[in-house]
């Protein structure tokens, strides 16, 4: 069984940093792409980083760029984001997700973590 | 302002059939990039539901279906039951943004 399991969530203030991990188990962490994505109290989904299997190319959605950077440890199947700068509107519950790619070539996100909550305030 | 466009909500009695509808441009669904969809119930997170446009993942009851036309995708559901209540959102890529993009999401009232 595939688990995803988030960790570091918390209170920040603005202008503060908080670094997300995530444990993965139940398939073979390696060989996948894996994304962080986020979705604010009451709103919808928004993919803000996604790395490949090995760590060689990284994507980050514009409204994160150059404050999170994400990464991951194949040797314990753990994949990270580290949040800088955050702002009020960093605030969001943020899922580890798996990413697959089917026969077609398009890729969807086939397994999400539970969440980690980041509350960015005052 | 998502890039997908989705009704807010659909309501149905215990038994109809609703769908809910997902509008792009030609840039992601009018495009080669196929359409995925995902149920969220209340405190949990998304769940794939329908893969490539019409592909159920093992396990999701085939009362769920999907299809694709051009810049239209749209999520059926018969046989509807009180568990269905829930958010559902698509998903596809956009050549323009070079990402992913969702949709609002739609609240499924039984």
């Known amino acids: 069984e595939v688990q995803l399991v988030e960790s570091g969530g918390g209170l920040v203030q603005p202008g503060g940093s908080l670094r997300l991990s995530c444990e993965a188990s139940g398939f073979s962490f390696r060989r996948d792409w894996m994304s962080w994505i986020r979705q604010a109290p009451g709103k919808g989904l928004e993919r803000v980083a996604n790395i490949k299997s090995d760590g060689s190319e990284k994507y980050y959605g514009g409204s994160v760029q150059g404050r999170f950077t994400i990464s991951r440890d194949n040797r314990k199947n753990s994949l990270s984001l580290q949040m800088n700068s955050l702002k009020v509107d960093d605030t969001a519950i943020y899922f580890c997700?798996?990413?697959?790619?089917?026969?077609?070539?398009?890729?969807?996100?086939?397994?999400w973590g539970q969440g980690a909550v980041v509350t960015v305030s005052s | 302002q998502s890039v997908l466009t989705q009704p807010p909500s659909v309501s149905g009695a215990p038994g109809q059939i609703v769908t809910i509808s997902c509008t792009g441009t030609?840039?992601?669904?009018?495009?080669?990039?196929?359409v995925h969809w995902y149920q969220q119930l209340p405190g949990a997170p998304p769940k794939l539901l329908i893969h490539?446009?019409?592909i159920r993942p093992s396990g999701v009851p085939d009362r769920f279906s999907g299809s694709k036309s051009g810049t239209l995708a749209s999520l059926a559901i018969t046989g509807l039951q009180a568990e269905d209540e829930a958010d559902y959102f698509c998903q596809s890529y956009d050549s323009g943004l070079r990402n992913v993009v969702f949709g609002g999401g739609t609240k499924l009232t039984v």
């Open positions: 490539s446009n019409t």
């Open positions: 030609s840039s992601n669904l009018g495009s080669i990039y196929a």
């Open positions: 997700v798996r990413d697959v790619t089917y026969a077609s070539g398009s890729y969807a996100f086939e397994n």
